[in-house]
């Protein structure tokens, strides 16, 4: 195979012997030993498992450590505990070269539906907490390494464990119960009054419901038996004392040196000061996956005993500079346990920050210098390691220097003190000595695992006895290209005395010390600045505060009782979780699962990682692999590509490219993409072409190396661009009624305003996935693909291909979730996947980086809407202008029917007499924006409570009151015409009102926000009603095919695709009722076009309602055809009556179809029923805001939805739970950043944040409406997938109404009550918002050819 030196130094040639001299890697993955003598420093664990020993459970989210869909257990002997270890990695991160001796348990290793699944396993499926379950392997692993380590775990420590987790679909709530039955605190007190959250002390009942039976039975679970699991191999044990040996692994590009000792590392150091040290990888493992870095000489000191020691001395703790920060942790918890308070106060500085700092699979194996010598400008450790100036030891081959870390430790961006040949050797702690006090501090957007956006390390030392400052350091990270001590502004406290004035001194200070260019990169000005100064306002409270205990209150300030809160750190409250349903009527038969909270049918399956996602299928023989190749410029034409230097990576096979089409490079639900770009680019990530190579590994280092040279265009990059330049996507949308003129000339008073709704990205968990195989006969090709829509995959790659759809057969078995994100935009990877198979004549697969996913397929369109509203002093709205405009991008795609949606929404609940609503597509050059649950809905109602709120800010009336005054009622015209029937509204409502307890907490509410200055508390109650149906009338169809077969055994088939929501789960149910036959009987094993033809996508929250109803139809004709022989065995069994069938030479196969009737609405005469019926619900959410930070938390969140007669309440209470939590993201967290250029810099879970576990509400109540039978829909039910989403606005009105209250109390007489907070409100828009003396407002002016780091898109 040929060897790529290409960039090496010449001062690392000389160590990349002979292939010869390279070793043997020895480790274990489930109990089985792996000897590789050929490995490569460059493979990671995950792609070893995966694709070596084809172990699939262990999946790929993302690659970079922020999703843990990939964790594993790694167990070892460590010799300076002596004791053996176990502890969760990310697989994706771990190269395989740093697992010599280690023994890796993966998901298949602790159990399997085959033999027994493991309790870990049991639990998540039965307590409902795998729906899509791509992320389940992950989070069984981490549960599973909790329990291996702590078998009776608390809460508390079950929430911890999943820091590093990430599930797009759950909402988190079902995990967390399921697995709290392993805790010893329980998760619920039962009632017995520890737990003040508790859901059985609801003693008052408000809603007069009784409490419904459980959505599962933990006492059925199996127990944990600690003595079953498998034990760590007695090989490797017996190797515990045998000395360790350098150990060298020879790659393609890569060596890998394991040293044994110190000298042998730092000898290698002396000779080559240029190989790369590595720890724990989390670092340089990005670098070289996504930065294209290579370090071709690697050293592995992980081995040496000197950088692992801990060492307890005179002025503090000492920890090897390899020491893995999950042991720092553990040693510094200790520590503060057993040590006098005063101290510990840097250690518990030091924990604040590593609290909060990645997952367990990250602290388990990165390191402390790791971490430090990295230097990156937001390192958590690094600006309290500056501020208690930790002392760091750094050697060389015969020298050694300790330096303390202050100002001159990081002389520029990434740089530190080290000399080349120098390596960090350990890092000393001080204690705090008596008058010292520390504070870390950090906000990022989200709490857990997530990089800073300030953070910093405050810490003060008295004169012995008095409150006059002695020494003061404050140093920030987030500020600079490093972390940086504000100097200028400490030196001249010293000798003031710690009072108001040397606050105000100090925060005038740093408002100039801490300056940033407007243009600094990470955007964010004005917020970062205002941190420096509130996060010292909150270290000056928390010193007062500890001075108050210390009795040295007559030297000092006295803390106002009312600013205490400020300095209160995070805490976790108790959890609380109730969900409420109708149990079936009594008398419904046992066998009848209808209604009943079935387990997903799969849920066993994904849990113990058999379940097969479309990358885990085996690969052939000959298969290759495909890697895109995209534009960098935003609008430009194609001037040249060249492809010469991909030609030279090992194992290219090919480039393929528009020229190598046979039919029609035209693709696009309008026909106005190409397939593959031709003479010019429309926005970054528009593909070009393609390599094809044997590996993925090489198909990325070929991609990245074709050069391509544009000339470049002018773009359009955001809305308000494309407004100036009337550049948009077909012509105005428009619904109007009644006359606005006479309206608004009746109101009392007219707002008018803006708001803009950021986009969002779906963040599946599984990215999009294509394998094709060309059959090599008459133009047939198979492809399996991770897609909501196998009907416009099949006719896309048709019509590429000029053959016809009739030999295109596309297979779906499961999706890791889709949200609309893969209902078409799968098929820009389809059709190129399909491409590459026809000119290779070989099976080719690709699944996409997470980085290229988000970057090439789009997402929820951001909206901006400018509206103005008519109303009377008593809140009633008369009327009603808004004007819509989405960002499009770059081609219309599905954008016409999101924006109509948002048009249909734009009442959400009310009753508005003359109202108009535009809407504009607006053609940018970004990515083309796509379907996202609840499509055009969520924006279009976030928009109507937007300007709801200030209707009744503006009247002064209760927002509630204001809301309902002007509800709709039953049988009401919405502004479309549709008459309202069966408007469940009005009760949900109520219900939401009473089992909130409103009116009380709003009491508390208030009472709360006047005892408390910089906390403040909001609470608000949000309605949703859905429309239900595709606007697209002919869409409305689904087909069905069922076969019975001779044992009586049925295999169903329908058109709709799993993706995670259960439907096959709905419709073996709606089957099992239908023919009277239990579920088991009955199994779904694909979506396919070969089955059922000419399906709609699974989308619009019709699915099951659509192919719910044609099942039951193809079932009907089977129960039909079985009719006489029913009546000539009464008695006898379904399996007689099939035999009987089948010797009467009577058919058992047949089909189903459904249309949904009267669906048809005219835009030109504002008539016809664009949808079938309406879903409803309502939510109450309380949440409380930081206000010097812009933190906040939900701290409740109470839900009633209508769904129906609910054909499985578990499935709907995980949709309402899962779009909630979904929805909660996209209004208060999830924000895509785009570079003036149009470049996306948000492409990965480290800088783009969905909800974590954390993120959920403390107390979460869902509520199903009982007695609310849905005559339209199978069996009663109603869709539940789009509608719950938007009650998340809940949380985003109930931030709103805490700013309110900020300002009220902060804001100076002219602080308006009417502010703007545009979507999602992150802590920079809350802290933004909530103006107070220590806002630093103004960012200095742009300067000339200057552009910010980002724009509003
Ligand atoms: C998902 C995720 C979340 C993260 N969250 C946070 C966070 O919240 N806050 C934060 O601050 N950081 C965070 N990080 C960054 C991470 O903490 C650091 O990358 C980590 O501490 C580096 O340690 P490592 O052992 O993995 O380093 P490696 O990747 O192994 O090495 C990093 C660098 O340090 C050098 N190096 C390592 N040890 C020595 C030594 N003894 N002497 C000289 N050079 C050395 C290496 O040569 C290399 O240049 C996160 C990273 C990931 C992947
Ligand atoms: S795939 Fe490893 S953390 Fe996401
Ligand atoms: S079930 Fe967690 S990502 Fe789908």
Redesign the pocket.
């Known amino acids: 195979m040929p060897v790529f030196f290409g960039s090496e130094t010449p001062e690392v040639q000389g160590l990349r012997p002979m292939k010869t001299t390279a070793d043997e890697l020895v480790f274990f993955v489930n109990g089985k030993k792996v000897v590789d003598k050929n490995v490569d420093p460059e493979t990671t664990l995950l792609a070893y498992l995966r694709r070596k020993l084809g172990l699939c459970g262990t999946k790929l989210g993302c690659g970079?450590?922020?999703c843990g869909a990939c964790t594993v257990m790694l167990s070892k002997y460590d010799r300076l505990q002596n004791k053996i270890v176990h502890f969760s990695v990310?697989a994706c991160?771990a190269p395989v070269c740093s697992l010599h001796h280690v023994a890796v348990t993966t998901v298949e290793g602790i159990g399997s539906t085959k033999t027994r699944l493991h309790p870990v396993q049991e639990r998540i499926a039965k307590s409902h907490g795998s729906q899509c379950g791509f992320c389940t392997p992950g989070i069984v692993m981490s549960m599973y390494t909790l329990l291996r380590n702590q078998p009776e775990p608390t809460i508390e420590e079950i929430e911890d464990a999943f820091q590093?987790n990430l599930c797009r679909c759950t909402g988190y709530r079902p995990i967390l119960q399921g697995f709290r039955t392993f805790a010893r605190d329980g998760g619920c007190c039962g009632g017995k009054g520890e737990n003040p959250n508790c859901c059985m002390n609801q003693k008052e009942d408000h809603t007069h419901l009784t409490l419904s039976p459980a959505l599962f039975n933990p006492e059925g679970f199996m127990p944990l038996d600690a003595t079953q699991e498998p034990i760590f191999p007695p090989e490797l044990l017996r190797l515990k004392d045998t000395p360790q040996k350098q150990l060298r692994f020879e790659g393609e590009r890569v060596t890998w040196i394991q040293a044994a000792t110190l000298k042998e590392l730092l000898d290698l150091k002396a000779q080559h000061p240029n190989v790369?040290?590595?720890?724990?990888?989390?670092?340089?493992?990005?670098?070289m996956k996504f930065k294209n870095k290579l370090f071709p000489v690697i050293v592995c000191?992980a081995w040496i005993p000197e950088?692992n020691a801990v060492e307890h001395r005179q002025e503090g703790i000492c920890f090897g500079?390899?020491c893995?920060?999950i042991s720092v942790e553990k040693t510094l918890a200790e520590a503060v346990d057993k040590l006098p308070t005063h101290k510990t106060e840097v250690f518990r500085g030091v924990l604040e920050?590593l609290r909060?700092?990645?997952?367990k699979?990250?602290?388990s194996?990165?390191?402390?210098?790791?971490?430090?010598?990295?230097a990156?400008p937001?390192?958590?450790?690094?600006p309290v390691f500056m501020a208690c100036g930790a002392k760091m030891t750094?050697v060389s081959q015969g020298t050694k220097r300790t330096v303390r870390m202050d100002h001159t430790f990081f002389p520029a961006y990434r740089k530190t003190l080290?000399k080349p040949e120098?390596?960090?050797?350990s890092v000393e702690i001080p204690y705090s000595r008596e008058g010292e006090y520390f504070s870390a501090f950090?906000q990022?957007s989200r709490r857990e695992?997530?990089?800073?956006k300030v953070?910093c390390g405050m810490r003060v030392l008295f004169k012995s006895g008095s409150t006059e400052v002695e020494e003061l350091a404050v140093c920030f990270?987030g500020m600079a290209d490093r972390t940086v001590s504000a100097l200028g502004t400490t030196q001249r406290q010293l000798s003031k005395v710690w009072n108001e004035e040397l606050l105000q001194d100090v925060s005038a200070s740093l408002a100039k010390e801490m300056c940033l260019a407007p243009d600094a990169p990470g955007g964010m000005v004005e917020f970062r600045r205002t941190l420096t100064l509130s996060f010292f306002f909150k270290f000056y409270l928390t010193v007062l505060q500890k001075l108050g205990k210390a009795d040295l209150e007559d030297k000092c300030a006295k803390l106002d009782p009312t600013y205490a809160s400020a300095t209160l750190l995070f805490h976790k409250d108790p959890p609380a979780n109730v969900q409420f349903f109708q149990e079936v009527p009594s008398g419904q038969s046992e066998e009848d699962m209808v209604g009943r909270p079935l387990v997903h049918l799969s849920a066993t399956m994904q849990a113990s990682g058999e379940a097969v996602y479309c990358d885990d299928m085996p690969r052939h023989e000959n298969e290759l692999s495909l890697r895109l190749v995209t534009s960098t410029k935003a609008h430009a034409r194609i001037k040249s590509i060249d492809t010469s230097e991909a030609q030279r990576v090992p194992g290219f096979v090919c480039f393929v490219s528009a020229d190598d089409i046979p039919g029609s490079n035209v693709t696009g639900i309008f026909n106005d993409e190409t397939v593959f770009a031709k003479d010019e680019v429309t926005c970054i990530g528009h593909i070009i072409g393609a390599v094809v190579t044997d590996t993925p590994e090489h198909a990325q280092r070929a991609a990245q190396a074709v050069k391509i040279t544009y000339e470049e265009l002018p773009a359009i990059i955001t809305i308000e661009d494309a407004i100036k330049n009337q550049s948009f996507h077909g012509s105005e949308l428009k619904i109007e009624k009644g006359n606005l003129k006479e309206g608004f000339a009746e109101a009392d008073n007219i707002i008018s305003g803006e708001v803009y709704i950021g986009g969002q990205d779906h963040f599946y968990l599984e990215t999009h996935c294509t394998i094709a195989i060309p059959k090599g006969e008459a133009g047939e090709m198979e492809l399996f693909v991770s897609t909501q829509n196998t009907m416009k995959t099949q006719s896309f790659v048709a019509k590429m291909l000029g053959v016809p759809e009739n030999r295109i057969l596309v297979r779906v078995k499961r999706m890791g979730g889709g949200f609309g994100g893969k209902e078409t935009r799968s098929t820009l990877l389809s059709t190129a996947v399909a491409l590459a198979a026809h000119k290779t004549g070989r099976p080719v697969r690709c699944m996409l980086d997470r980085d290229e996913d988000m970057l090439i397929t789009g997402g929820r369109h951001p909206f901006l809407a400018r509206y103005k509203v008519g109303f009377m002093n008593t809140g009633k709205v008369v009327a009603l202008e808004v004007d819509h405009y989405s960002n499009a991008g770059n081609s219309q795609d599905l954008s016409q029917a999101i924006m109509e949606r948002a048009l249909f929404h734009m009442d959400n609940c009310y009753k508005i007499p003359n109202i108009r609503g535009t809407g504009r597509l607006c053609k940018t050059n970004v990515s083309s924006n796509t379907a996202f649950r609840g499509f055009g809905g969520p924006q279009g109602m976030l928009i109507a409570e937007y300007w709801m709120s200030e209707v009744a800010v503006t009247c002064g009336l209760p927002a509630e009151e204001v809301r309902r005054q002007n509800m709709y009622e039953e049988g009401d015209l919405t502004h479309f015409n549709q008459k309202l029937e069966g408007f469940t509204l009005t009760r949900c409502w109520e219900e939401c009102l009473a089992s909130s307890q409103y009116e009380a907490r709003r009491k508390e509410v208030e009472k709360f926000n006047k005892e408390n200055c910089w906390k403040k508390r909001g609470l608000c109650i949000i309605p949703t009603k859905f429309g239900i149906s595709f606007t697209v009338p002919f869409l409305n169809q689904a087909g069905a095919l069922v076969h019975v077969y001779t044992d009586g055994s049925v295999l169903l088939t329908h058109g709709g695709t799993e993706m995670g929501q259960g439907l096959h789960t709905k419709m073996i149910q709606v089957a099992s009722r239908a023919l009277n036959i239990s579920t088991s009987k009955i199994h779904i094993s694909e979506t396919s076009t070969n089955t059922v033809p000419n399906t709609s996508p699974t989308a619009a929250s019709v699915s099951t309602d659509i192919n719910g109803q044609a099942v039951y139809e193809a079932c009907q004709t089977i129960l039909k055809r079985l009719e006489p022989f029913k009546k000539k065995k009464p008695s006898g069994s379904w399996e007689d009556w099939v035999t009987d069938a089948y010797l009467g030479a009577v058919s058992l196969s047949a089909t189903g179809f459904y249309r949904t009737p009267d669906l048809g609405y005219s835009f030109k005469t504002n008539s016809g029923n664009p949808f079938h019926y309406f879903s409803y619900g309502v939510a109450c959410s309380e949440v409380e805001i930081d206000c010097l930070t812009g933190d906040h938390k939900n701290l409740r969140t109470d839900i009633v939805m209508d769904v129906g007669s609910s054909l499985n309440p578990a499935i709907d209470i995980g949709q309402v739970e899962g779009a909630f939590v979904q929805g909660l993201g996209l209004f208060t967290l999830e924000e895509l950043h785009y570079s003036p250029e149009g470049s996306l810099h948000t492409r990965g879970?480290?800088t783009y944040k969905i909800p974590a576990f954390g993120s959920i509400p403390v107390q979460f109540s869902v509520s199903l409406l009982r007695d609310c039978p849905n005559k339209k829909a199978i069996y009663a039910s109603k869709a539940v997938g789009e509608p719950p989403l938007f009650l998340a606005a809940s949380i985003f009105f109930a931030i709103k109404d805490a700013i309110l209250a900020a300002r009220a109390q902060h804001g100076k007489d002219n602080t308006s009550k009417l502010f703007c907070l545009d979507s999602p409100a992150t802590p920079e828009k809350i802290r933004n918002a909530c103006v107070n003396e220590f806002t630093v407002s103004g960012v200095p002016d742009m300067p000339k050819n200057c552009k910010p780091w980002c724009l509003r898109i």
Not at 422 to 425: A, G, K, M, R, W
Not at 449 to 452: G, M, R, S, T
């Open positions: 970079e450590g922020g990310n991160l590093g790369k040290l590595v720890v724990g990888n989390t670092e340089i493992g990005i670098e000191p950088l500079a390899a893995p920060l920050q909060w700092f990645a997952g699979q990250v602290k194996v990165a390191s402390l210098g790791g971490n430090i010598i990295t990156s937001i390192s958590d450790l690094n750094l080290l120098e390596i960090l050797l950090k990022a695992d997530d990089i800073a953070t990270g879970p480290s």
